[in-house]
């Protein structure tokens, strides 16, 4: 199943890795580097699923962030972090999937899978 999604990511070399594996598992992905953008791209974009990295330009608060997606997209959250928690129980509130941080391609799939 090919998803569209939007890739919230602003380490650069993290970003382009995962882009190119999306891509090579067949989807398509539009990818974004800071809150502001991300936000806008989901006012204007039905995706499937979201990834975002917590860690970026524009957000204060993780709950926050989270929000902010949840306003604009009900779909799949796959949160990906390095800290796991407390972001095991904001991840369970806003019915998203967490990925830790370091994860290996299999990982991912299962993530893209479930």
């Known amino acids: 199943m090919n998803l569209f999604i939007l890739l919230a990511e602003d380490n650069e070399f993290h970003a382009a890795a995962l882009e190119a594996a999306l891509r090579r598992m067949g989807h398509s992905v539009h990818r974004t580097g800071s809150r502001a953008e991300a936000l806008d791209r989901l006012y204007y974009h039905a995706y499937d699923l979201v990834?975002?990295?917590?860690?970026?330009?524009?957000?204060?608060?993780?709950?926050?962030?989270?929000?902010?997606?949840?306003?604009?997209?009900?779909?799949?959250?796959?949160?990906?972090?390095?800290?796991?928690?407390?972001?095991?129980?904001?991840?369970?509130?806003?019915?998203?999937?967490?990925?830790?941080?370091?994860?290996?391609?299999?990982?991912?799939?299962?993530?893209l899978e479930g």
Do not use: N
Request: one cysteine or more.
């Open 51 to 111: 990834i975002t990295d917590l860690r970026m330009p524009g957000v204060t608060s993780l709950e926050g962030w989270v929000a902010d997606i949840r306003g604009y997209h009900r779909g799949r959250l796959i949160i990906c972090s390095g800290v796991v928690e407390p972001l095991g129980e904001i991840a369970r509130q806003f019915g998203a999937l967490l990925l830790p941080k370091p994860y290996t391609l299999a990982q991912l799939q299962s993530a």
